[in-house]
């Protein structure tokens, strides 16, 4: 994740903003192929509130439709995502996906080396989960917070993968560079041969570029556009270009 504490967006029309960002982030996963069916997408609000959508398709997010969690409310279908929020301060928003090729590099057992430079984000920051399942029970939900430590994304195996971010902008792009990685790591490897990998000191450089508000905000408008061109109607995305979630 690039550096910095989470932002505070204060309360009501941020938050209604934000609540435009998420759905416009939902749409950004189905059209790029990282989120089917079964998915989860939460932010942190102020006073310990959580923002997430219901369990349905992201197609189906709406407005609307979105909920405002008050602290100490049960989530029965977000477990592990307070159990996150609470261990790790510096996150303001978690994405939890189904990627095909991250799933079947989670299923290698190996680590991962990046080999292009939106993979340099992840460069000793994927953490693997090995208990196969969902997550029904506040135990789980703190082994996986725990498993995640202070990474910035995690493996479960043959699941999906967790993903957060100092904002929902941060923790969608990172999905989404993350699948990018294992799916050229992929193509790379039917190549034949050995792929040259980054070294750290090479990661910590590029992902810098990565990871700085420019180019963070120059990718979401450019994801957003995509809907507009595949015949999605995003929520306001231009407006909301640089909008971040709370700490």
Not at 131 to 154: M, N, V
Not at 165 to 175: H, M, N, P
Not at 183 to 189: G, H, S
């Amino acid at each position: 994740m690039a550096s910095g504490q989470v932002a505070d967006i204060g309360s009501g029309r941020a938050e209604e903003e934000l609540k435009e960002a998420l759905v416009t982030a939902c749409h950004i996963l189905v059209n790029e192929g990282v989120a089917e069916a079964a998915f989860n997408v939460s932010c942190r609000l102020p006073g310990g509130r959580i923002m997430a959508h219901p369990i349905l398709s992201p197609t189906r997010v709406t407005v609307e439709n979105i909920e405002i969690h008050q602290p100490g409310t049960v989530l029965k279908d977000y477990k592990a995502h307070p159990a996150i929020y609470a261990a790790r301060p510096d996150v303001g928003a978690i994405v939890h996906t189904h990627p095909p090729y991250a799933i079947a590099f989670g299923t290698l057992g190996e680590e991962f080396r990046p080999i292009h430079h939106y993979g340099t984000p992840f460069h000793g920051k994927i953490a693997t989960y090995d208990s196969p399942g969902q997550t029904k029970s506040d135990d789980r939900a703190g082994d996986i917070a725990r498993a995640l430590g202070p990474g910035c994304a995690l493996l479960q195996q043959g699941h999906g993968t967790i993903v957060v971010g100092k904002d929902l902008k941060e923790a969608l792009l990172l999905t989404l560079y993350l699948e990018e990685s294992f799916k050229i790591l992929a193509i790379t490897r039917q190549m034949g041969g050995k792929p040259k990998e980054f070294s750290l000191q090479e990661s910590e450089m590029i992902s810098q570029q990565i990871l700085k508000q420019r180019s963070q905000d120059k990718a979401w408008l450019h994801y957003a556009d995509k809907l507009r061109i595949a015949g999605y109607k995003p929520a306001n995305a231009d407006r909301i270009g640089a909008l971040r979630s709370a700490g």
